[in-house]
Nanobody
Framework: QVQLVESGGGLVQPGESLRLSCAASGIRFSAYAMNWYRQAPAKQRELVAS???????NYADSVKGRFTISRDNAKNTVYLQMNSLKPDDTAVYYC?????????WGQGTQVTVSS
């Protein structure tokens, strides 16, 4: 079965960095566009960053210049490097895999930015 397993979340202070990982299994990973979403308390889930199967990337305006999405097809893993973290980045971060009409979600990892 398909599994997307996120890791790397935690509690950090403003200005610090975290790297999230999402390991995929059960899919032909290289064919999928991979996305990171986040959902803060009482807010809608929002798209943070995307990377296509070809490696093209896109970012939400709120994270441009601070976050970097990348993928390692040999490891079936997508990453989200998050620098200069702010309290507003506090949320549960979800990995999403998408290919044509297929889509899968991970269980989420909590990121808390607080002093």
């Amino acid at each position: 079965q398909v599994q997307l397993v996120e890791s790397g979340g935690g509690l950090v202070q403003p200005g610090e960095s975290l790297r999230l990982s999402c390991a995929a299994s059960g899919i032909r990973f290289s064919a999928y566009a991979m996305n990171w979403y986040r959902q803060a308390p009482a807010k809608q889930r929002e798209l943070v960053a995307s990377i296509t199967s070809g490696g093209s990337t896109n970012y939400a305006d709120s994270v441009k210049g601070r976050f970097t999405i990348s993928r390692d097809n040999a490891k079936n893993t997508v990453y989200l490097q998050m620098n200069s973290l702010k309290p507003d980045d506090t949320a549960v971060y979800y990995c999403n895999a998408r290919y044509l009409m297929s889509g899968y979600w991970g269980q989420g990892t909590q990121v808390t930015v607080s002093s």
